[in-house]
Each structure stands twice: as C-alpha cells, then as structure tokens.
C-alpha cells in the first residue's frame, strides 16, 4: 500500500490538482497522502479488495457524519478531501492568507435554490473577465509589445513576453558603473538544433552561439559565455578590477535598493507563431518611460489600490530588507504597479462577492510571476516565479512578465485565470490519477464533488446548515469547538525552524486586504499577526522553548476537542534531532501517545532547489491517540537501544520498496523511536536517570541505526 500511495505522491508532488493552482502556498501535501489517511480513518478495518481499488472508487459517503478538523490548515488539502468524502470539515489557521485562499479552494457562487452549475459559474467568470478586458486589459496588451523586424526584412509588431533587467552598482573605488551579470548567457538549452543566446559584457549586445568562447558582432569583444560579474555576492569592476561585497560596500552605503537597466526582450510574433529575442531599442525605453509617468500622475489616484504598508523587519525578510527593500510597493517596477492598481480596481466593482473573492484570487495568485524578484530560467526557457523556493530572495537580473499576458509564458493574469476555471471545475468533477504502464491518467469521480457550505459557528455545523466551518485564529484556543466533537484530526503541524509563513505570505496579505479589510476583521491590521504564529524566529525573539510551549498548548485544545477514540494523524519531516524531539515532547506533554509512524515518499521541488529540509524525499505520517491511563512499562536506556535496533532492521524490510535513500532511511528509525519511546514513556532510564527523547535520538543519529 505504501508503495502505491507513494507513487503517486510523488506524481502530485511536481503536478498538483487544479484546485490547489488557484493559489500558491507553501508546503502543501499531496491528495495522495491526505485522502489515503481519510480513507483509513473512514474504515479503520481496511477495505475488503484493498486500499487500491477503495482509492478510485467513489467514497462521497465514506465520512457521512464525521466531523474533521485540521488546526494547522494551510493550503487546504484536508478540507477539500473531506469533502469529496461527505464528512463536515472544519479548519484553523492563523494566516489570513491560508483563510482566503482555502475559502477560495472550496466556495461556489450561490443561486436561487442552490448553487451554480459549473457551465453557468465559468459563463459568469468570463464575462467579468471580458469587462476587464475592455477596461484595463486591452491597454496592457498595447503597454506589453515591441517592434520587430521580420525574416521578410518588414517591421512589425510583435507582443513582448518577457523583459529582462539587470541591476547596477556603483564602484567603490572607481565609481564606474557596474552591471551586475551572474552569467552572460541568455539561454543555455542543451536540444538538437538550439542556439543559445548570450551578453555582451562590453555592449550588451546578444550573441548567438554555443561556443565557450564567443564574439560580439556589434563591438569585436571576444568573451566567455561563463563569464560572471557578480557571484556569491561580490562583484569585479571590470574598470579597475577591484572586487567588492554587495551588502558591505554598497547596499550599507546607499538608502533604497539598486536600480535596474532593461537588457533584452523576449517576444512572441502572432504572425509566424515563433519566440524570438531583442536588444531593447529607443523605442521600447520610451515606452515604459511614459507608462511610468502615467504612473507617477495618477500614483495619488490609485493609491487605495496600492500596498501603504512596510516589509517587517523578521527571520525571512531579513535579506530582502538587507537590500534596502523597505516597501512591498518597491519589489515592483512602475509598469507593474500602474497595470496592477488599474486591475485592482476593476475587480474591486464585480458585484457578487464570491465573484470578486475568485477574481481577487486570480489577481493575488498572478503577483508571484509578476514582480521583480522573477528569474529567468535559462534552461528551461521562462519565468521562474518569486515563490518558486519559498523565500523572498533579491535577485540581480530580474525578469518583468506580460502583466495581461500573450500565447507562450507562465505566470500572467489570463495564465492564473485558466488556472481559476480549472480549479472550480475540479469542484464539479474531482478526479484522481492513476499511473500504469508508465503512463498518468484521470479517472474522475463526479459523485464526490464538492462545495463549500460555511457555517457561522459549531452548533449550525452540526444541526445540518452548512458542511464547512474555517476559522483565521491560532489553534492554541479552539473555544468555539465543544469537548470531543472532532471525530478525527487530520494535520500537518508546524515544522520547527522552518520557513516563517506569516511573514512571507503578506507579499501576498498586503494586496488581498485592499479589498478585503472592510469585510473581515483579520485583514484590518497593515502586517500579519504572526505574534500568534507557531514558529521559531530568532529575529522576533520566539526560542525554540516558546515554540514548544505554544506547539504544546495547540495538542491540548486538539486533545480536548477531539473524541476519545479519535486518531490525530500528522505529516512531519525534520532533518535534526531536535525538531523530532519537540513535537514528540508537545505530544507527551498534552496526553497523546504513539501508536504508528510510517514513511511517504513526498519528492517535491521548490522551483530551482530541491527540498530544503536535508534533501529529504519522505514525511513521516505519525498516528497518535489520546492517552487516557498512565504506562506502566518501563526499561533500561542499554536494553531500549537493543529493542530500537531490532526493531529499526525489522521495520526497514517492509519499506524496501520505497528504495529509499540515507536520509529517508533515518525517517524509519525515527518512526520506530516515536512508536517504542511513546510505550516506555516515561520509565526510559540510564543510570537511574531518566533518559530524554532527545537523547534517544541523538542516540539513533549518532549510531545511524
């Protein structure tokens, strides 16, 4: 069964369901995992013909009468997969960023005696879609394109896909101006038939050739396709060839962040269907020049369209404000502002409230591809988005998208749109994948489709109005859940030191509340509350003791809510010993205990970098219940760590299949340690001194059992 789910874990992994690309959020886990957990908990006893054949069956019923909580609910994936399932889902989260965007994952707009067919709502979308368009949409087309010569030696017009800029430092010693190349190659595609593009350092020029070493045909400047200007945060002036540090010698000396040059454009020509790309010309440095004065003329006009607030000082935005980065309006240049503010507006007049929610999603969602913080990916030939390794990292040659957007790209508001359609069409016909011979398929499931009914409160929940209660509030302090009404917690709680996802969702927080402060009171303040986000940040003074305390505090208002026969299952993934030792201890200190621990493979890619966590391809899937006698076991630390290896050698066997690797092997003893830990707990003794789970397992990573 494990290989199974983790296989297609690991499909979902690098291609999510359409719904959960209504969005980005960070550190989502696979349908493949979330609705396996489901069906388990639907049928404890297993599944007669196997999990197999249960997972493409239809299960619209299989959680009839069940009410399930996620308290860490991010990205939604438990609630849309209880819902598919007929059970209540009821989520927490502290981010009203999450909140927006799992509303936006399960709501419908409503009509008279029910909600809209799926034919109807994508009419209704379109025709609003149409209306921007005619307001705003036809001028950024006309903003987003550029003149290009033919092979037919005739100009024309063609539309502008990408720009790309390169930042300028001024050198300390002789304060010539430096561009900042990290490479001079454009493009570096290794097909048949392929010619790569490159820069020249002397005139910018773009030089065709796969050679190493190349000329330019504009100036006769011979050049390395490898040469670099800017590496590992120090720059060479090439005037007087000193090196500098970027933050020490010139962003410490300078208030605002470094200003950019445009350095080439990547089209798109409608006429014969072909990408090319272009050294800008007079013409198109003129023609960003008067959008940015129509934005500085009507900046005062747009301004409640427009972020006010500052980027806050914390662990993740450290390096960003390292740049003298200080406003989240300063991550974008004027042309994007402009059309952003136009576009905002627009979608501030749709009438229909669940309309505009799905419209200012769209809009939210197209600001990740439409920044400067945006890279091109030279391998692969496009625009790799802000959050594509989730942090905001300042880049030096960032890359300007086609706002509105054209044929070819990623990332543009007609792009994120499709993506809207696609996602609510799930809601109508929700499918699962099946792999055989090498080959993916869909297999749909339109019995368990899925709208979100919310409820105002628990007791409407429960009396039959509504099949969704999601709450922006810390999981520390559930009040509004009576004891035991939870039939079952399904969960991903928070990692520890891992990304602080308060601080870089309001990239996204700052924009939403324009238009959602009036409606909903936790977008009212300029920053997100992240004071209540379980997390460590050193910066903000929160110690890894806090976030035990605070982690610990969330199991008991879980423990409390929960049934006494009810399973809380986690997903979890660290790569030290202390993060395993923090959640086991927050689980002990609130009254669980251990009673499985698996491995599943998750294999996902963070844009450009692979999993940051130890490169680890695995979570570990805890189950837990509540611990309602004390244990009475008890067992010498020498004898312990006998029983841990047999049972690490035991355990390893039945994951063979999974062929995983060292880190992921240390994810099985890890599981073995909870389960053993948990049932010794807390008689575990070495020298008559009771022995700490972090000493168990430093223990397991020092012997790598």
């Known amino acids: 069964m494990l290989e199974f789910i983790s296989g297609l874990s690991r499909i979902e992994a690098n291609s999510k369901k359409p719904v959960y690309m209504i969005h980005k959020w960070f550190g989502r886990k696979t349908d493949a995992v979330i609705r396996s957990i489901l069906l388990s908990i639907a049928s404890p006893e297993g599944y007669p013909d196997g999990m197999e054949a249960e997972y493409y069956s239809e299960n619209n019923e299989a959680l009839k009468g069940k009410y399930i909580l996620d308290p860490f609910m991010g990205g939604g994936s438990t609630l849309v997969?209880?819902?598919?399932?007929?059970?209540k889902a009821i989520g927490v989260d502290v981010n009203p960023v999450a909140w927006f965007v799992t509303k936006n994952e399960l709501q419908v707009p409503a009509d008279v005696g029910g909600f809209l067919e799926y034919e109807e709502l994508r009419l209704m979308l379109e025709i609003e879609l149409e209306r921007i368009e005619g307001a705003v949409g036809s001028e950024i087309k006309r903003a987003y394109r550029t003149s290009i010569t033919g092979e037919d030696g005739c100009e024309r017009e063609a539309d502008i896909m990408y720009v790309l800029w390169i930042k300028k430092a001024k050198c300390p010693e002789c304060g010539k101006e430096v561009k900042l190349y990290p490479k001079m190659s454009i493009t570096d595609v290794d097909r048949a038939g392929c010619v790569n593009l490159s820069f020249c350092p002397s005139c910018g020029e773009i030089v065709k050739g796969n050679e190493a070493e190349l000329r330019c045909t504009s100036c006769g400047t011979d050049f390395s396709r490898d040469l670099r200007i800017y590496s590992n945060r120090r720059f060479?002036?090439?005037?007087?060839?000193?090196?500098f540090g970027l933050l020490k010698d010139v962003m410490s000396k300078r208030s605002g962040p470094l200003e950019a040059e445009m350095c080439a454009i990547e089209y798109y020509d409608r006429q014969t269907g072909k990408k090319g790309f272009k050294k800008p010309d007079i013409r198109d440095l003129k023609a960003f020049g008067r959008t940015r004065q129509e934005y500085l003329s009507l900046k005062d006009e747009l301004s409640e369209f427009l972020p006010a607030g500052s980027i806050p000082c914390g662990f993740n935005t450290r390096q960003v404000r390292n740049h003298n980065y200080r406003l989240w309006t300063e991550m974008f240049n004027e042309r994007q502002l402009y059309f952003l503010a136009k576009l905002l507006r627009e979608i501030s007049r749709i009438e229909n409230r669940v309309v505009r929610e799905l419209f200012l999603c769209t809009f939210s969602n197209t600001l990740n591809a439409n920044n400067m913080f945006c890279i091109y990916n030279a391998r692969y030939e496009k625009i790799e988005p802000l959050f594509g390794d989730h942090n905001i990292g300042p880049v030096v040659n960032p890359v300007e998208n086609n706002l509105w957007g054209t044929r070819f790209g990623r990332g543009s508001f007609l792009k994120c749109f499709a993506a809207t359609l696609e996602a609510k069409q799930f809601n109508y016909k929700p499918f699962e994948r099946a792999h055989q011979g090498g080959k993916t398929s869909a297999v749909v499931m339109e019995e368990e489709k899925f709208c979100g009914e919310f409820a105002e409160d628990f007791e409407k929940l429960l009396c039959g109005s509504g099949n969704a209660l999601i709450r922006c509030q810390s999981a520390e302090d559930m009040g509004f859940l009576p004891?035991?009404?939870?039939?079952?917690?399904?969960t991903d709680p928070p990692y520890f030191s891992a990304i602080n996802y308060g601080e870089i969702s309001e990239f996204f927080y700052s924009w939403q509340r324009l238009l959602l402060a009036g409606e909903y009171s936790f977008f009212g303040p300029e920053h997100v509350d992240s004071a209540e986000e379980v997390t460590v940040n050193s910066v903000k003074g929160i110690s890894s003791a806090e976030f035990s305390r605070r982690l610990t505090g969330c199991f008991k208002e879980i423990r409390r809510v929960l049934r006494d026969d009810g399973p809380l299952v986690m997903t979890y993934s660290s790569s030290g010993?202390?993060?395993?030792?923090?959640?086991?201890?927050?689980?002990?200190?609130?009254?669980?205990?251990?009673?499985?621990?698996?491995?599943?493979?998750?294999?996902?890619?963070?844009g450009l970098v692979e999993n940051r966590r130890g490169k680890m391809s695995c979570d570990l899937v805890i189950v837990a219940s509540k611990r309602l006698k004390p244990e009475t076991a008890s067992v010498r630390f020498e004898d312990f760590l006998r029983e841990l290896r047999a049972g690490v050698r035991n355990e390893e066997k039945k994951f063979d299949e999974l062929k995983l690797n060292r880190m992921d092997r240390m994810l099985v003893g890890i599981g073995v340690l909870y389960k053993l830990y948990s049932l010794y707990y807390p008689e575990i003794c070495g020298e008559a001194i009771p022995v700490s789970f972090i000493e168990a397992a430093e223990a397991l990573y020092r012997e790598n059992i």
């Not at 997969?81 to 059970?87: D, F, Q, S």
């Not at 060479?236 to 090196?243: A, M, W």
Request: with cysteine; proline share 2%; glycine share 14%.
């Open 577 to 606: 010993a202390e993060g395993w030792a923090v959640l086991f201890d927050s689980l002990m200190d609130a009254g669980f205990h251990i009673t499985e621990a698996y491995p599943v493979q998750m294999e996902y890619k963070a």
């Open 236 to 243: 060479r002036c090439e005037s007087c060839g000193g090196v």
């Open 81 to 87: 997969n209880t819902l598919r399932l007929g059970g």
């Open 483 to 490: 004891d035991g009404c939870i039939d079952a917690v399904v």
